[in-house]
């Protein structure tokens, strides 16, 4: 059975990932492929409904544990019904963020470890992974100060302290280097279009597709 691909989006706060997910989309969908887009925690009415309990409130509303547990719970359901059935009928699925973001912020940030977490990934998902994951990299405070530049209710780890977003930046560097298969590291300091433009070749590159960045314009 052909399968299609599964690209994930990570990075620290304001990377611009869902601008980029959005500029990708266009791309492959110029190039005739079918693309379902979605985000984590997110992607299904039960996982959207987990979502705005973790990503409202203050900053001390869960316990570090809690929260890994409901990011895997959104994640189980997202998975099941929309992100496995998209990539069995060949469709390309991006999404903004999965399990390196549990990696990132609770094992890092929140300075769970990262050993529980590969293992509920394990348990709950078995070897599902993505075929790649790009992750955008940028300092911390510029990225904060992009985040806070926009307004929105869903700020709880924007609100952070700057240890546990260095903590996040610097658990995904560890994690492109130790998988750089299935890992891209992408400077995001650049402009939107020169971080496309990467994106663009690191995606015709390792999934061999022909594509052709577009440039802002394409944004819907
Ligand atoms: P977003 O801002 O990229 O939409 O993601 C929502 C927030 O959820 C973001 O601050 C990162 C956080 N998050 C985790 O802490 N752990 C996770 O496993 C995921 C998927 C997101």
Redesign the pocket.
């Known amino acids: 059975m052909t399968t299609g691909k599964f690209i994930t989006f990570e990075g620290g ?1 304001g990377g611009g ?2 601008t980029q997910l959005a500029l990708l989309a266009k791309v492959l969908e110029d190039a005739g492929i079918e693309v379902v887009t979605t ?4 992607g299904t009415s039960g996982a959207e409904e987990i ?1 705005d309990l ?2 409202r409130g203050t900053t001390d509303r869960w316990a570090p544990l809690a ?2 547990l409901l ?2 719970a ?2 189980i359901d997202h998975v099941e019904k929309v992100i496995q059935p998209a990539l069995e009928t060949g469709a390309w699925v991006l999404c ?11 094992g890092g ?1 929140h300075g769970l470890g990262f050993d529980r977490i590969r293992e509920l990934h394990h348990q709950i998902l078995g070897n599902f992974r993505p075929d790649l994951t790009l992750i955008l990299d940028l300092p911390v405070e510029e990225g904060l100060a992009r ?1 806070f530049g926009r307004a929105g209710a ?5 609100r952070m302290d700057l240890g546990f977003h260095e903590r996040i930046r610097a658990t995904f560097l560890a994690i492109g280097e130790e998988e750089p298969n299935r890992c891209a590291i992408i400077d995001a300091t650049g402009g939107v279009d020169d971080v496309q433009r990467d994106i663009c070749a690191e995606v015709s590159h390792r999934l061999g597709a022909d594509l052709k960045a577009t440039g802002r314009e394409t944004e819907q």
């Open positions: 706060e990932k869902s985000r984590e925690p997110g979502r973790l990503v929260e890994v990011h895997f959104a994640r903004d963020r999965f399990t390196d973001s549990t990696m990132a912020y609770q940030g985040a869903e700020d709880r780890y924007e």
